[in-house]
């Protein structure tokens, strides 16, 4: 992995936009590569950066950031996304996590944690601050709207999830098990597919609500 982490601003407002840029300025390891003020110059600025960690704002005109969320997700699977607003409503917190995002943070919420959630997400970990958590951990004790397949996951495929939920990327999962790089990406994708998700963060989502693992597991 580099060792300076790549940033995207979005936000429909300029003087926020600067604002982070200013404060993520200061660190070492974080480089701002762009800003954007809607969904659809986030997508832009995205191919032509190629940013590690994208900061969405949500609400802004002409192409909110759930459906810039989404978008990036499935043209840009490597970039990841936190969420950065000032709503912590349901209908906000639910749509961004299924449409891709790894993290929920609140403008309120301090610098400080601003640049561990980016640290975060940049290593392929969900961040959310506890007030969403919460939020999230109660919709988990919902039972699922989707039946999975009839054919059950593997002793192995319920192993790499667990991984995979603790944020470890596949090389790490690999080293982790004695396999291949390639074997652990099929794996990874008869998960997706067995249990009808879309990407890692829903895959991380099932195994909570399954018990598989918590949001205090070390990977370690």
């Known amino acids: 992995m580099p060792d300076t982490i790549r940033v995207l601003v979005v936000d429909d407002h300029p003087v926020v936009r600067k604002g982070i840029s200013a404060l993520l300025a200061g660190e070492k390891d974080i480089l701002v590569v762009g800003e954007a003020s809607n969904g659809l110059e986030a997508i832009q600025q995205v191919e032509e950066h190629r ?17 810039a969320t989404r978008e990036i997700s499935d043209r840009y699977p490597d970039a990841r996304i936190l969420v950065l607003t000032s709503f912590a409503a349901d209908d906000k917190i639910f749509p961004s996590i299924k449409a891709g995002a790894q993290g929920y943070l609140l403008k309120d919420s301090d610098p400080d944690y601003l640049v561990q959630a980016i640290h975060q997400v940049y290593r392929g970990e969900l961040s ?8 999230v951990l109660q919709e988990l004790k919902r039972p699922a709207q989707q039946p999975l397949t009839p054919d059950p996951l593997t002793e192995r495929e319920v192993e790499i999830l667990q991984l995979l939920a603790q944020g470890l990327e596949n090389h790490d999962i690999a080293g982790r098990l004695g396999l291949s790089d390639a074997t652990v990406r099929t794996h990874v994708s008869n998960i997706l597919s067995k249990l009808h998700l879309a990407n890692r963060v829903q895959a991380t989502l099932f195994a909570l609500r399954s018990g598989l693992t918590t949001l205090e597991s070390d990977p370690e």
């Not at 959310?128 to 939020?135: F, G, H, S």
């Open 51 to 67: 940013p590690d960690v994208v900061l969405m704002d949500l609400v802004m005109p002409e192409f909110d950031g759930i459906k």
């Open 128 to 135: 959310l601050p506890p007030v969403i958590a919460r939020k």
